[in-house]
């Protein structure tokens, strides 16, 4: 999509998996890559105490050791004034469960990689838009000091391409 400045900025989020695997495949090349990969590490009592379920993440990376990295994907349009990407555009409880999930695996032995896949190449960093949905803003946070790597990376949208640029600072 063409914003009114000549911006371009990629709307279609079933393009923002297959880039991602991409991008996990060049950088994990030691790991097998399982898109749709279901978690349910839950015990029993927590899942009662929780109400939790299964949950789906876009992938799971497991190293020939056996080392799994559980992967959730986001697709980032959104900017702030000050020209930083944020996530989410709206509240997302969906989202929040993602990081609390995220959090679980890694205090069970795994990794986990949140990763913010910007689909414009105007900005300078990414935060949490604390402003649109606070509870995710601070499940970010707790996220973070858990152990969970955060990445944000942009991409250059052309009209017949999205290329990766470059990893941006986080601002969580």
């Not at 060049?26 to 978690?39: D, F, G, R, S, V």
């Not at 946070?141 to 470059?166: D, M, N, R, S, Y």
Request: charged letters at 25%; aromatic letters at 6%; hydrophobic letters at 40%.
């Amino acid at each position: 999509m063409e914003l009114a400045d000549g911006t371009l900025t990629g709307v279609h989020t079933g393009r923002t998996n297959p880039l991602a695997a991409e991008w996990l495949a060049a950088h994990y090349p030691n790991h097998t890559l399982k898109p749709e990969a279901a978690y349910d590490n839950f015990t029993q009592e927590e899942m009662v105490e929780s109400k939790e379920a299964k949950t789906r993440f876009d992938f799971l990376l497991t190293d020939e050791k056996g080392q799994r990295t559980w992967v959730e994907v986001k697709t980032v349009t959104c900017i702030d004034d000050e020209r930083n990407s944020m996530f989410p555009d709206a509240v997302s409880t969906r989202g929040q469960k993602h990081l609390h999930t995220l959090i679980h695996a890694t205090q069970n032995g795994d990794s986990a990689l949140q990763l913010y896949m910007i689909m414009r190449d105007d900005t300078k960093a990414f935060r949490s838009a604390s402003e649109i949905d606070p509870a995710y803003a601070a499940a970010l946070k707790e996220a973070q000091k858990a152990g969970v790597q955060i990445l944000a990376l942009q991409h250059k949208v052309t009209p017949t391409a999205l290329t990766f640029t470059k990893a941006l600072p986080l601002s969580v």
